[in-house]
């Protein structure tokens, strides 16, 4: 049997909250269970959004929060010529186009009542262009198999299913200002760094399927998959970054421990921590 690795991949384009604590401490709980090893990955890669200081913040946190790994931190950003060989692996295989249409062309194109996320119009589709060695200066998106059903097996929630085109349409692999996408960058990192099993939140189901297409093209090997639940605020919402209420770092300041940050439960209301 192939030995377990999984990853911590935060994207330190702020500091970690509770919805991090719980979804991090599933990761290493789920590693440390099968007498396996972590690699701390940090997802750096947008680097007017990535600042140093959240890097830091990032592992102090992870460290108080009792949370240990065995290789890194491996920062995304030291890493571009492993993405640009699939780029070009990619547009070897026709799999991707340049597109000059923005994500925001795409949010402005609107979404269908029963759409999870705006779907990229087919018609602003356009052709592979093979002849092409280097990505700048436009989007490259993903052209995907319309109708296609794409399943994978979830630890926690079992079998789920995406169809192309329906649930998801074209996706962006590389982007227009030369950062790589992060669909791409994170399945060029789970096959390189032979995760075995992939941790993450729940709100990356239809990435996962995404993924999939492009494991499929590179021949990645396939993981396994455990989606957490995502942590919400007292009123459903889930949390973000900006919620520094529910941040780590006003927590502990507050006296609420590890464990209770890791698990939600106070001992005390969250207002008279502290006190
Ligand atoms: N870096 C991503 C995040 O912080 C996680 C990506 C992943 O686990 O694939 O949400």
Not at 57 to 62: K, M, N, Q, T, Y
Not at 180 to 195: C, F, K, N, Q, R
Request: glycine share 10%.
């Amino acid at each position: 049997m192939i030995p377990y690795r999984g990853r911590l991949a935060p994207t330190p384009t702020g500091l970690l909250h509770a919805g991090h604590a719980a979804t991090f401490h599933t990761v290493h709980a789920r590693a440390r269970a099968h007498g396996g090893n972590l690699v701390l990955r940090i997802e750096d890669l947008d680097s007017a959004r990535c600042w140093p200081e959240y890097v830091a913040g990032v592992i102090e946190d992870l460290l108080w929060l009792g949370l240990d790994w065995d290789e890194g931190p491996v920062f995304q950003s030291a890493r571009r010529k492993l993405y640009l060989n699939a780029w070009l692996l990619l547009v070897e295989a026709g799999a991707i186009y340049p597109c000059s249409r923005s994500r925001r062309d795409v949010e402005r194109a609107g979404r269908a009542p029963h759409e999870e996320e705006p779907i990229f119009p087919t018609e602003w589709r356009s052709s592979p262009d093979p002849t092409r060695d280097d990505p700048e200066g436009v989007n490259w998106r993903f052209r995907v198999p319309d109708g296609r059903e794409l399943s994978f097996f979830d630890g926690r929630l079992g079998k789920i299913t995406r169809v192309a085109g329906r649930d998801f349409g074209d996706f962006v692999v590389w982007n227009r200002d030369g950062i790589p996408a992060y669909e791409l960058a994170v399945v060029v990192d789970d096959a390189t760094m032979g995760i075995t099993e992939i941790v993450r939140g729940e709100d990356l189901l239809t990435s996962t399927c995404r993924q999939l297409l492009i494991r499929e093209i590179l021949g990645a090997p396939q993981p396994t998959y455990f989606h957490c639940p995502l942590v919400r605020d007292s009123t459903g919402r889930r949390l973000a970054k900006r919620d520094a209420a529910l941040g780590i770092r006003a927590l502990r300041a507050a006296g609420a421990s590890p464990d209770e940050v890791i698990t939600g439960r106070f001992s005390k209301p969250l207002s008279r921590l502290g006190q």
